[in-house]
């Protein structure tokens, strides 16, 4: 029999245009990815289109998949394979699309957040496991606090300098991209000694609120009331957010406030040189699996 790939004459190509965009929505709608919307989709678009990748089988659309250059480090996302056109190595061949154009930039470490069916594909590719990427749901106390205050465009640079010490790479535009988007949902700690904390949030589909990046020089416990001051601004209704496993006390202290962790988290990779962890730990939670 010939090669799956030569009977299904599938190419893999760059966004061309924001139809592109909204083709790629369709695959996240249908993934139910419900902090996926378009505009999300849009900003990597904006960002890098050379990094938006579509798989076509006799030019019908079959499978995404999208990746991030930051300065030495790069992430891969939303991979996604219809179901008609899986196990014909479109996700591979995808990935290793993403990979070889990473590796073209100089990026020296690969990050992804993988779901435990397509670990086995990632492990092939020679990505290894780091951590579990937990994603918790619910509500924490509601209240107002006023050392709590919006983030303004005039925190930006601050902002981008606490997170490219931490965070490690220049995520700037993601993060003026959310401010400007959802400036109801961003919100600062500053007092006499400076910048604190910050927590960036944002809307999916169907009103679906997720909290993050959430970044602070001070322990998660001490930066409780930022979360839950972020609870006040979104009223009675549950968010999600997304904590690395390895900050402990991060996780144990979501847990304790009413979160409930998803059961069958996805798994931090990576590949390339071992990341370096400095840091990490003020890294409360994550602003996007796709681009950290």
Not at 62 to 80: D, K, M, N
Not at 150 to 176: A, H, V
Not at 243 to 267: F, I, K, R
Request: hydrophobic share 40%.
């Amino acid at each position: 029999m010939s090669d799956p790939e030569k009977v299904l004459k599938s190419t893999i190509r760059t966004f061309q245009s924001q139809a592109d965009v909204m083709a790629a929505a369709t695959l996240t709608n249908q993934e139910h990815w419900r902090s996926e919307t378009p505009l999300e989709l849009a900003a990597y678009y904006v960002y890098d289109p050379d990094g938006c990748f579509i798989a076509e089988v006799d030019g019908i659309l079959a499978g995404i998949c999208i990746a991030t250059v930051y300065q030495h480090t790069g992430f891969i996302g939303e991979l996604i394979v219809q179901p008609q056109y899986r196990k014909h190595q479109l996700g591979t061949r995808l990935m290793q699309t993403a990979i070889e154009y990473l590796n073209n930039e100089g990026i020296s470490c690969i990050f992804l957040d993988g779901v435990l069916k397509a670990v086995p594909l990632y492990e092939r590719l020679g990505f290894l496991p780091l951590c579990r990427s937990l994603r918790l749901f619910g509500q924490v106390s509601a209240r107002e606090f006023t050392h709590i205050t919006p983030i303004q465009t005039i925190d930006l640079p601050q902002i981008f300098d606490m997170d490219l010490q931490f965070f490690g790479s220049d995520r700037s535009f993601f993060l003026e991209r959310r401010l400007r988007h959802y400036p109801e949902l961003c919100w600062k700690w500053q007092d006499i000694n400076g910048l604190q904390a910050y927590l960036f949030g944002r809307v999916g589909i169907g009103g679906w609120v997720t909290a993050g990046p959430w970044v602070s020089r001070r322990s998660a416990q001490e930066t409780l009331p930022l979360l839950e001051h972020f609870q006040s601004a979104i009223g009675n209704q549950p968010f999600s957010i997304g904590v690395l496993e390895s900050t402990n006390q991060t996780v144990q202290l979501l847990v304790q406030n009413g979160m409930q962790p998803n059961p069958e988290p996805p798994m931090r990779m990576f590949l390339g040189l071992v990341p370096n962890m400095v840091g990490s730990e003020q890294c409360l939670a994550i602003g996007s699996p796709a681009k950290g």
